[in-house]
């Protein structure tokens, strides 16, 4: 067996140092170019493309650069006559083939901009989830298919009236989907202001009734939301449900204590199974936005957001537990009982609540047959009353009114459930609906239009006017009453008014309007002659008057006087400060021109653009001067050195024209605003 020598060990040392000297000035070879790359472009292209272009470079420099240099060489050396020339075009080399690595990068990020394809660490680590989640998605569009809603869908433009089959079909194929899409059904199932009639009278056919879950998993479910044994907290628990939703399940037990109770405990897998389908709708929302012109009318991506961050609210019991605390207090000098919820008991995804009791009020017709007229009239003027005091004073309303949500007791009290849906108004909002309500009680058009202007969002293009007219028609026609239509008529005319109009309905306005349109349904059951405008135009009136009462009206003006004590206390010295100029002629006047940060950007951009594309074409113009100029000292025996600057020129005329391009296309393409 041979041993190496010391001097061989030195050699294989050497060697192994100088690749890794050389792999290391690789590195900050193709960083130093990819930062240079993505400086001279202006726009955040991503690392990964940026050094595999700048490594591509590196090569590509390397064979050039030396393929330059060897054609200089004679036997094997440079001549002090060719070194300068040989340096000199092996330069010029180098910078075009930055040029063409920095287009190559442009024209990747004009095709494939950053941030379009996927991250290649996630790609590989969110593989199972992307397959499940795929093949969900699969599920779902053979679903659609199934039922004939894709060939219906892209033929649908913004004049559809009557679009029965694929009212049909959307209702079906999101019935078969899950409970996510139920749920997103329902939800567009109240918003007249978006969907025609047709689709309306559709989706609200959708329940979200399913098949129970086993007592085992259940009882583990309660347990588990508890921290400990379900006998510690309850003395017996029904182990048949009361109710079986798709998301939760509700169970009458005793607790401990002897108190009747209700326990809504959520489904093991609704968690899971909601937070794939979301993703899911937002996709099948953008892809909708992308291709079919209606649904970018609608701003469906938007309403898909909405409904997400929505039902997560919904599967957070934290959050009905408050809005039940916050009901609670705004009905608390009412007649309408709230049931008491067990803080103590109740979690993310358990809520134990007081059971009311009663029947729910669509199944309380035994309950009704006894009362008299005097005593139907009360009831639903206190329903009336109570919705009315939560929307117009207190923000906060049940905003699912149906008769499965109200319970009456056997004494006729009644008492509101479920609190999943509750919307909250500004006080603004309040204010505004509370004088619309006082505006259509006086026949009064102008107020009424200007209660609307506030409560809804403003369109640029609004000819107020007209919207004043058509407002001041609906008021006249239903004035009376609706007759045997119902509100439903009435909200929806409404709707489309404002939708004709160009307004958009920001959700929790609709939230009011949907629960006052399901109210009446409510009080058409406790009696169906009674006229429910007239009716909530009554309890309206006593409402506004006293909100706007003398009372309430000096609270507001000593209000306002104490937030105006400021500026009037400096009014004084400013108007002799303006006195005093006007006197000696120095009153002038200070306009900003661009104030606002949009319209400075968008200038800067223009600007920036303007130069950019002047000076490529004045590098460019130059350039071409200097190549087919025919005098001029040589540089080599075929190469004048105007000619080389000439290049180098062109070289920047090329760079400077790539950034202006890559700007423009930045901009069409994603739409960002990187230059503020």
Same mark, same amino acid.
């Given at each position: 067996?041979?041993?190496?020598?010391?001097?061989?060990?030195?050699?294989?040392?050497?060697?192994?140092?100088?690749?890794?000297?050389?792999?290391?000035?690789?590195?900050?070879?193709?960083?130093?170019?990819?930062?240079? $790359?993505?400086?001279?472009?202006?726009?955040?292209?991503?690392?990964?493309?940026?050094?595999?272009?700048?490594?591509?470079?590196?090569?590509?420099?390397?064979?050039?650069?030396?393929?330059? +240099?060897?054609?200089?060489?004679?036997?094997?050396?440079?001549?002090?006559?060719?070194?300068?020339?040989?340096?000199?075009?092996?330069?010029?080399?180098?910078?075009?083939?930055?040029?063409?690595?920095?287009?190559?990068?442009? +024209?990747?990020?004009?095709?494939?901009?950053?941030?379009?394809?996927?991250?290649?660490?996630?790609?590989?680590?969110?593989?199972?989830?992307?397959?499940?989640?795929?093949?969900?998605?699969?599920?779902?569009?053979?679903?659609?298919?199934?039922?004939?809603? +894709?060939?219906?869908?892209?033929?649908?433009?913004?004049?559809?009236? %009557?679009?029965?089959?694929?009212?049909? $079909?959307?209702?079906?194929?999101?019935?078969?989907?899950?409970?996510?899409?139920?749920?997103?059904?329902?939800?567009?199932?109240?918003?007249?202001?978006?969907?025609?009639?047709?689709?309306?009278?559709?989706?609200?056919?959708?329940?979200?009734?399913?098949?129970?879950?086993?007592?085992?998993?259940?009882?583990?479910?309660?347990?588990?939301?508890?921290?400990?044994?379900?006998?510690?907290?309850?003395?017996?628990?029904?182990?048949?449900?009361?109710?079986?939703?798709?998301?939760?399940?509700?169970?009458?037990?005793?607790?401990?204590?002897?108190?009747?109770?209700?326990?809504?405990?959520?489904?093991?897998?609704?968690?899971?199974?909601?937070?794939?389908?979301?993703?899911?709708?937002?996709?099948?929302?953008?892809?909708?936005?992308?291709?079919?012109?209606?649904?970018?009318?609608?701003?469906?991506?938007?309403?898909?957001?909405?409904?997400?961050?929505?039902?997560?609210?919904?599967?957070?019991?934290?959050?009905?537990?408050?809005?039940?605390?916050?009901?609670? %207090?705004?009905?608390?000098?009412?007649?309408?009982?709230?049931?008491?919820?067990?803080?103590?008991?109740?979690?993310?995804?358990?809520?134990?609540?007081?059971?009311?009791?009663?029947?729910?009020?669509?199944?309380?017709?035994?309950?009704?047959?006894?009362?008299?007229?005097?005593?139907?009239?009360?009831?639903?003027?206190?329903?009336?009353?109570?919705?009315?005091?939560?929307?117009? &004073?207190?923000?906060?309303?049940?905003?699912?009114?149906? /008769?499965?949500?109200?319970?009456? %007791?056997?004494?006729?009290?009644?008492?509101?459930?479920?609190?999943? %849906?509750?919307?909250?108004?500004?006080?603004?909002?309040?204010?505004?609906?509370?004088?619309?309500?006082?505006?259509?009680?006086?026949?009064?058009?102008?107020?009424?239009?200007?209660?609307?202007?506030?409560?809804?969002?403003?369109?640029?293009?609004?000819?107020?006017?007209?919207?004043?007219?058509?407002?001041?028609?609906?008021?006249?026609?239903?004035?009376?009453?609706?007759?045997?239509?119902?509100?439903?008529?009435?909200?929806?005319?409404?709707?489309?008014? +404002?939708?004709?109009?160009?307004?958009?309905?920001?959700?929790?306005?609709?939230?009011?309007?949907?629960?006052?349109?399901?109210?009446?349904?409510?009080?058409?059951?406790?009696?169906?002659?009674?006229?429910?405008?007239?009716? $909530?135009?009554?309890?309206?009136?006593?409402?506004?008057?006293?909100?706007?009462?003398? @009372? @309430?009206?000096?609270?507001?003006?000593?209000?306002?006087?104490?937030? $105006?004590?400021?500026?009037?206390?400096?009014? /004084?010295?400013?108007?002799?400060?303006?006195?005093?100029?006007?006197?000696?002629?120095?009153?002038?006047?200070?306009?900003?021109?661009?104030?606002?940060?949009?319209?400075?950007?968008?200038?800067?951009?223009?600007?920036?653009?303007?130069?950019?594309?002047?000076?490529?074409?004045?590098?460019?113009?130059?350039?071409?001067?200097?190549?087919?100029?025919?005098?001029?000292?040589?540089?080599?025996?075929?190469?004048?050195?105007?000619?080389?600057?000439?290049?180098?020129?062109?070289?920047?005329?090329?760079?400077?024209?790539?950034?202006?391009?890559?700007?423009?296309? &930045?901009?069409?393409?994603?739409?960002?605003?990187?230059?503020?």
């Amino acid at each position: 067996m041979s041993v190496s020598s010391p001097i061989e060990s030195l050699g294989a040392l050497g060697f192994t140092i100088s690749i890794l000297l050389g792999v290391l000035f690789l590195i900050f070879q193709v960083w130093l170019i990819a930062s240079l $790359a993505r400086r001279i472009l202006g726009v955040p292209v991503g690392w990964p493309r940026s050094i595999a272009v700048a490594l591509v470079m590196s090569l590509g420099l390397m064979f050039g650069v030396q393929y330059i +240099v060897l054609s200089f060489t004679s036997e094997g050396t440079l001549t002090n006559s060719n070194a300068v020339p040989a340096l000199l075009l092996a330069g010029l080399a180098t910078f075009w083939v930055f040029a063409l690595g920095v287009a190559i990068l442009m +024209v990747l990020e004009i095709l494939v901009p950053t941030g379009s394809l996927p991250n290649p660490v996630s790609f590989f680590r969110d593989f199972k989830a992307r397959r499940r989640r795929q093949a969900r998605y699969f599920d779902i569009m053979k679903i659609a298919v199934r039922h004939g809603l +894709v060939s219906q869908i892209r033929g649908l433009d913004k004049s559809r009236d %009557s679009h029965r089959e694929t009212a049909i $079909a959307l209702r079906e194929t999101l019935n078969e989907a899950g409970v996510t899409f139920v749920k997103l059904g329902q939800m567009l199932s109240t918003r007249s202001d978006l969907l025609p009639p047709v689709y309306i009278d559709e989706l609200s056919k959708l329940q979200t009734k399913a098949t129970p879950e086993t007592w085992e998993d259940i009882k583990l479910a309660i347990e588990t939301s508890l921290g400990r044994p379900y006998g510690t907290a309850f003395s017996s628990i029904n182990e048949t449900p009361l109710a079986s939703a798709s998301v939760a399940q509700v169970h009458t037990a005793i607790t401990t204590n002897g108190d009747s109770v209700v326990i809504k405990v959520q489904r093991p897998t609704a968690v899971r199974q909601v937070q794939a389908d979301t993703e899911i709708v937002l996709r099948i929302a953008q892809w909708l936005e992308k291709s079919a012109p209606w649904a970018r009318d609608l701003g469906l991506v938007g309403i898909a957001q909405g409904f997400i961050d929505s039902l997560r609210e919904e599967l957070d019991y934290h959050v009905e537990r408050n809005n039940m605390l916050a009901v609670a %207090s705004a009905l608390e000098k009412t007649e309408v009982r709230v049931p008491h919820v067990y803080e103590s008991l109740s979690s993310q995804r358990l809520l134990v609540m007081e059971r009311l009791e009663g029947v729910p009020l669509g199944s309380a017709q035994h309950i009704l047959r006894v009362m008299n007229d005097d005593q139907r009239l009360e009831l639903a003027r206190e329903l009336v009353r109570s919705t009315l005091k939560q929307i117009t &004073h207190d923000g906060v309303f049940h905003a699912d009114l149906h /008769p499965g949500n109200i319970f009456l %007791s056997e004494s006729g009290e009644p008492g509101l459930v479920d609190f999943g %849906s509750v919307g909250r108004l500004d006080p603004n909002s309040q204010h505004a609906l509370a004088m619309m309500l006082f505006a259509i009680d006086k026949n009064d058009n102008q107020a009424a239009t200007d209660a609307m202007l506030i409560l809804l969002d403003r369109p640029e293009q609004l000819n107020e006017r007209a919207f004043e007219r058509s407002l001041g028609q609906l008021m006249v026609r239903y004035r009376g009453g609706f007759g045997g239509a119902g509100s439903a008529e009435m909200f929806t005319a409404l709707f489309a008014l +404002v939708v004709n109009h160009g307004f958009t309905v920001p959700p929790q306005i609709a939230a009011a309007f949907r629960a006052l349109g399901a109210l009446e349904g409510t009080l058409r059951l406790i009696d169906p002659n009674i006229d429910v405008v007239l009716l $909530a135009r009554g309890e309206g009136r006593k409402i506004v008057t006293s909100q706007f009462g003398p @009372k @309430k009206l000096l609270e507001q003006t000593e209000m306002r006087f104490l937030q $105006a004590i400021p500026a009037l206390s400096a009014l /004084p010295r400013r108007f002799n400060k303006i006195t005093e100029d006007l006197e000696q002629g120095r009153l002038s006047m200070n306009v900003r021109m661009l104030a606002h940060p949009s319209d400075r950007g968008f200038l800067n951009r223009l600007v920036q653009q303007l130069v950019v594309a002047v000076l490529a074409g004045s590098a460019t113009l130059a350039a071409i001067v200097l190549i087919t100029a025919e005098t001029g000292p040589m540089l080599t025996e075929t190469i004048r050195v105007y000619s080389f600057i000439g290049y180098v020129l062109l070289f920047m005329g090329f760079i400077l024209a790539l950034r202006s391009v890559v700007l423009v296309f &930045h901009r069409d393409i994603r739409g960002e605003d990187d230059y503020k």
